[in-house]
């Protein structure tokens, strides 16, 4: 066997888990969703408790979950509240198996289809769920059109929705900082005072569609209300910060491979010079960056 095989076969089975993990799952359901990391509504106790989002690693693609796990990191250390809280899980499948004991028809899909690691456990990315609010469409919805409105300062912000209006640059910096094109919905909370970014699987994709990620930096490019703390954490987020984020530990529980890691740092730096080129053109009083 070659090498580089042996090394993604030990990179599909061994999962890094969070140092003093501690988690058990009383009760599972299958959403019915067939997906390369299908969806299960989970009952759990420990680091998180209630009720929650699980998904498992399967055959078909077992380290699915990275790009999700990379994008919640990344934002977590960009002092981000946009992303549920996210983390990975080794699980016994004996607990799995228990959890599952009132859907059979999960219990038979998912024990057709998941990966088991050499320890006997199986793969889970625990999310907390946004409870409330609604989906508005990123790209084309109307509530987006006044979001675009105002972050450009074509129109004065409401009082109400500066923070809405906040939280929408900061997806679009997200995204393009990680390179997640094609994002279609964002969640609103109920109050309209925020969004939430929960589907974060296209993060870091090695052949990302450079016409969509040009797409975001002109939209990023017409901006002139920027959140302050987030494009300060960007100035100060280095490679070594980058690294610990994203690889630390073993080479099998890295997240995000050489390539996507750089090319990420390229993008944090566009979006501080850009930053920086509209406080040179407009000054402090036409580029806004609110705290």
Avoid: C
């Avoid at 888990?17 to 058990?24: N, Q, Y």
């Avoid at 106790?45 to 078909?60: I, K, P, S, T, Y």
């Avoid at 960009?78 to 599952?100: D, F, K, M």
């Avoid at 910096?173 to 094609?182: K, N």
Wanted: aromatic share 6%; proline share 4%.
């Amino acid at each position: 066997m070659k090498r580089s095989a042996v090394l993604l076969l030990a990179a599909v089975l061994v999962v890094a888990t969070p140092a003093g993990a501690d988690l058990r799952i009383s009760e599972l359901k299958w959403s019915g969703v067939r997906a390369s990391m299908p969806l299960f509504r989970a009952v759990v106790a420990g680091d998180f408790n209630g009720d929650l989002e699980a998904r498992f690693a399967m055959r078909v693609d077992p380290i699915v979950y990275k790009p999700r796990l990379a994008f919640y990191r990344v934002a977590t250390a960009l002092g981000s509240g946009l992303v549920p809280r996210s983390e990975v899980y080794q699980v016994r499948l004996a607990e799995i198996l228990r959890a599952l004991a009132h859907d059979p028809h999960g219990m038979s899909f998912l024990r057709s289809g998941v990966t088991v690691n050499n320890d006997g456990t199986v793969t889970v990315l625990i999310t907390e769920p946004v409870v409330g609010g609604h989906d508005v469409d990123i790209v084309s919805g109307a509530e987006v059109a006044a979001w675009r409105r105002w972050a450009e300062g074509r129109e004065a912000v409401p009082p109400d929705r500066q923070d809405l209006v906040l939280a929408y640059v900061e997806a679009l910096v997200l995204d393009f900082v990680t390179a997640t094109v094609g994002r279609r919905l964002v969640t609103v909370d109920s109050s309209k005072s925020s969004l939430y970014l929960r589907e974060n699987g296209g993060a870091f994709n090695e052949r990302a569609d450079p016409r969509g990620l040009d797409s975001i930096l002109t939209q990023l490019k017409r901006v002139n209300r920027f959140p302050k703390r987030l494009i300060d954490r960007l100035r100060a987020f280095d490679r070594a910060e980058a690294d610990s984020t994203l690889r630390a530990g073993a080479f099998t529980s890295w997240l995000v491979a050489t390539r996507p890691l750089s090319e990420m740092m390229e993008r944090r730096r566009a979006i501080v010079s850009l930053v920086d080129a509209r406080l040179a053109e407009l000054g402090e009083a036409g580029l806004v960056l609110v705290p």
